[in-house]
Nanobody, 121 residues
């Protein structure tokens, strides 16, 4: 079994910073892409940032220049550093990752449970 557990959410004032973490555990042979999504009430889920196994990154236009995704492959963990935060960043943030449980396994996509981020104006 594979689990993804997020941490680091909370309440922050506009202009402030937060760092989210998402740690994968369980039967893990290899992790390919890792991603952060967010969903605000009444909105569709939005892909915020992606990082490949090689460290290449991609961001939604709404967070470019403010958010940074990174990963620690030794700890099977992905991070999202959020700076200069805005009230419109308020959402539930979830991570996912494409994980192979063994050398011969397919990559399957696993999700974390989500963590609330609230930015006050």
């Amino acid at each position: 079994q594979v689990q993804l557990v997020e941490s680091g959410g909370g309440l922050v004032q506009a202009g402030g910073s937060l760092t989210l973490s998402c740690a994968a555990s369980g039967s893990i042979f290899s992790i390919n892409n890792m991603r952060w999504y967010r969903q605000a009430p009444g909105n569709r889920r939005e892909l915020v940032a992606t990082i490949t196994s090689g460290g290449s990154t991609d961001y939604a236009d709404s967070v470019k220049g403010r958010f940074t995704i990174s990963r620690d492959n030794a700890k099977n963990t992905v991070f999202l550093q959020m700076n200069n935060m805005k009230p419109e960043d308020t959402a539930v943030y979830s991570c996912n990752a494409d994980i192979a449980a063994s050398y011969s396994s397919y990559y399957l996509r696993y999700w974390g449970q989500g963590t609330q981020v609230t930015v006050s104006s």
